[in-house]
């Protein structure tokens, strides 16, 4: 999965809105692919979205992608974000529609999103206030709650620890519904769960404290840690068959088009610039030498591949079974 960067002003990550999982899912995979490309998000042109993108993003089966992709784009036309703003001086609470026009094609299986003027600037303004985190880090948050739990850490990652939010408060940060969840008890096994998927799946590690007021409680911070992962050696003595070879260099070069980080890989080959048939004969040539398959495994792993443990084998090809008696045993 490419490390693909989603940067989304702080006004807007602490808008109150309602995605459900699939739309917030495709607002991401919009900005993602538009800093991919290079050529951004604008009111003035649509930005096109297939199937085989949004799958490949979050690993999700092309047919599933099919149907999610189109449940988005009839629905996510009458979302609205609401955000405090000031006009000409005065504080008050602003209210805009995230796109102004939509299309999906269904022989095509793909869409075209065209965000509104509003929105375009809340997404541009990159020099103050913002959030950035990979489109990888959320692929496996399988909850809005989750999404937005992470985004909210995200922003106070640096300092380490959130500012205390009262449970109301904490509520429309998340997109809580009013009148959901009013038992504090229901609530905090939705953090709980939120938290748990963010540390399990995330680079990030949060923990929350309660506050009180006498024996109630009143609010909730949260303490954000990103711990630096141990860099294993990558192993050299993994080998394929001519086959094995073959099959992964064509998954590879398919899934170019939807994996920055595969794409970026694979254009170093020359023969990205021949043709897809070339690129997957010299990729599957390069897979044949132990440390380039070894370089190769996190990409692999992307497209499905899996090590199996290796059986020794004698010369004539039969199962080495390896002497298990204990040195101690007294015949």
């Known amino acids: 999965m490419a490390r693909e960067l989603v940067t989304k002003e702080n006004s807007l990550v602490a808008a109150s809105y309602s995605l459900d999982l699939i739309e917030q899912r495709l607002i991401l995979l919009s900005i993602a692919l538009s800093r991919r490309t290079g050529l951004g998000l ?13 799958s490949s993003a979050y690993g999700s089966d092309v047919k599933n992608a099919y149907r999610q992709l189109k449940s988005a784009t009839e629905t996510l036309f009458d979302r609205q ?17 995230w796109v102004q026009k ?55 990652k640096n300092a380490g620890k959130t500012p205390y939010f009262t449970v109301e408060e904490l509520k429309e940060q998340i997109g809580v519904v009013a009148d959901s969840y009013q038992e ?11 938290i748990n998927q963010i ?36 192993p050299t003595n993994i080998r394929m068959t001519p086959g094995q070879r073959d099959k992964y260099a064509r998954k590879l070069v398919d899934a170019m088009n939807g994996n920055r980080e595969i794409s970026d890989r694979l254009c170093q080959f020359p023969e990205s610039r021949i043709s897809a048939y070339a690129l997957r004969v010299a990729v599957s040539n390069a897979l044949s030498k132990p440390k380039v398959l070894a ?7 992307q497209v499905g591949f899996r090590q199996r443990k290796r059986i020794p084998r004698d010369e004539d090809g039969k199962p080495i079974i390896e002497d298990t008696i204990s040195a101690n045993f007294d015949f």
Do not use: H, M
Request: proline share 4%.
């Open 42 to 54: 604008s009111a003035q042109k649509p930005l096109f979205i297939t199937a085989q993108e949004f």
């Open 81 to 97: 974000i609401t955000y405090k703003d000031v006009v000409n001086g005065t504080r008050g609470v602003s209210r805009i529609r």
């Open 102 to 156: 939509i299309f999906y094609s269904d022989s095509e299986g793909a869409a075209a999103i065209q965000f509104s003027e509003e929105v375009i600037p809340l997404f541009k303004e990159l020099e103050k206030n913002f959030t950035s985190y990979y489109l990888d880090e959320i692929r496996n948050l399988s909850s809005t709650y989750a999404i937005r739990l992470f985004e909210l850490c995200s922003r106070w």
């Open 184 to 194: 504090l008890r229901v609530f905090k096994r939705l953090l709980d769960k939120s």
């Open 199 to 234: 540390n399990k799946t995330t680079s990030l590690r949060v923990s929350y404290e309660q506050q009180k007021r006498g024996r109630s409680i009143v609010g909730f911070a949260f303490f954000i840690t990103s711990p630096t992962p141990v860099k294993q050696p990558a």
């Open 295 to 301: 370089s190769f495994l996190p990409l692999l792993k």
